[in-house]
T-cell receptor, first 114, second 115 residues
Framework: AQSVTQPDIHITVSEGASLELRCNYS??????LFWYVQSPGQGLQLLLK??????LVQGIKGFEAEFKRSQSSFNLRKPSVHWSDAAEYFC????????????FGTGTSLTVIP | ETGVTQSPTHLIKTRGQQVTLRCSSQ?????VSWYQQALGQGPQFIFQ???????GRGNFPPRFSGLQFPNYSSELNVNALELDDSALYLC??????????????FGQGTRLTVV
């Protein structure tokens, strides 16, 4: 069955520090992977996606993610965090065989301290 | 800001009542999906509509039902509300039906509280 695990419920980083948010997925075929960000009271905004090709994908707001098939991981990174990056981050895998539904992880809450 | 709008933004209902949530998809988008996001959880897929037909459903009981209209806007109906139905309900629209490589745009959600 498809599933996504985000091991870190909450992460705190200092502004300007680097960031890595972990995501592990379980999916029987080629995965379509996504990272979304959600600010309080808001919907989800797409940061980046992986369908195929280059395993390092670039997204908006300076984020990138690397797909590692051998580790079933799709970790999100940012070299220098800004205070405005504080939000909830969700990793998701899309299941083509069931109407393209997204399976989301439980999210990682990011706090940025000055 | 996406072109997906949801109404109402907040709603309080009593257990056992029925509720209808609405979603206007982004212009040109023919596919609408609904998700339930309980507090502290990730969104859970309810169902998806493509050109007015349901083409995918998650693990939700039949009292969760939906519609998609010819203009591709959509409704989510929940009958016999239970306390556990309290959640943020998100609508996402995209253009593509079975094709996955099209971006889904999410609305800001409807916060439903069942008391």
């Amino acid at each position: 069955a498809q599933s996504v695990t985000q091991p870190d419920i909450h992460i705190t980083v200092s502004e300007g520090a680097s960031l890595e948010l972990r995501c592990n997925y379980s999916y029987g075929a080629t995965p379509y992977l996504f990272w979304y960000v959600q600010s309080p009271g808001q919907g989800l905004q797409l940061l980046l996606k992986y369908f195929s090709g280059d395993t390092l994908v670039q997204g908006i707001k300076g984020f990138e993610a690397e797909f590692k098939r051998s580790q079933s991981s799709f970790n999100l990174r940012k070299p220098s965090v800004h205070w405005s990056d504080a939000a909830e981050y969700f990793c998701a895998v899309a299941a083509i065989n069931t109407g393209n539904q997204f399976y989301f992880g439980t999210g990682t809450s990011l706090t940025v301290i000055p | 800001e996406t072109g997906v709008t949801q109404s109402p933004t907040h709603l309080i209902k009593t257990r056992g009542q029925q509720v209808t949530l609405r979603c206007s998809s982004q212009s040109g988008h023919n596919t609408v999906s609904w998700y339930q996001q309980a507090l502290g959880q990730g969104p859970q897929f309810i169902f998806q509509y493509y050109r007015e037909e349901e083409n995918g459903r998650g693990n939700f009981p039949p009292r969760f039902s939906g519609l998609q209209f010819p203009n591709y806007s959509s409704e989510l109906n929940v009958n016999a509300l239970e306390l556990d139905d309290s959640a943020l309900y998100l609508c996402a629209s995209r253009n593509g039906g079975a094709a996955i490589n099209t971006e889904a745009f999410f609305g800001q959600g409807t916060r439903l509280t069942v008391v």
